[in-house]
């Protein structure tokens, strides 16, 4: 069964920074794409970041590009994401999920931590 486990969140002021980090298991993380996506009270899914399986290859929203960096640790099986110069629009739940988009029916997602960006 995939366990996604995210850590990090937490109350920052705006241009501020936070690293979030997920651990995974129950499944091959070697092999599998990994992404952040992000959701606010009253929205959808907001898809944030996505990573390769070895890591070489990254993509951003709009939104976050050049503000957010995902990473990834294939001996330790975790996907992480840095989040820069934060703004009060950054304020959501954010949840690591499977696939480079991590919001496909198919895609696993974890409880979520949560990020507030409030001076």
């Known amino acids: 069964e995939v366990h996604l486990v995210e850590s990090g969140g937490g109350l920052v002021q705006p241009g501020g920074s936070l690293r979030l980090s997920c651990a995974a298991s129950?499944?091959?993380?070697?092999?599998?794409?990994m992404s952040w996506v992000r959701q606010t009270p009253g929205k959808g899914l907001e898809w944030v970041a996505g990573?390769?399986?070895?890591?070489?290859?990254?993509y951003y929203a709009d939104s976050v590009k050049g503000r957010f960096t995902i990473s990834r640790d294939n001996a330790k099986s975790t996907v992480d994401l840095q989040l820069d110069s934060l703004k009060t629009e950054d304020t959501a739940m954010y949840y690591c999920?499977?696939?480079?988009?991590?919001?496909?029916?198919?895609?696993?997602r974890g409880q979520g931590t949560q990020v507030t960006v409030s001076s």
């Open positions: 999920a499977t696939g480079i988009n991590g919001m496909e029916p198919h895609n696993s």
């Open positions: 129950g499944f091959t993380f070697r092999d599998s794409s």
């Open positions: 990573i390769s399986t070895k890591g070489g290859i990254t």
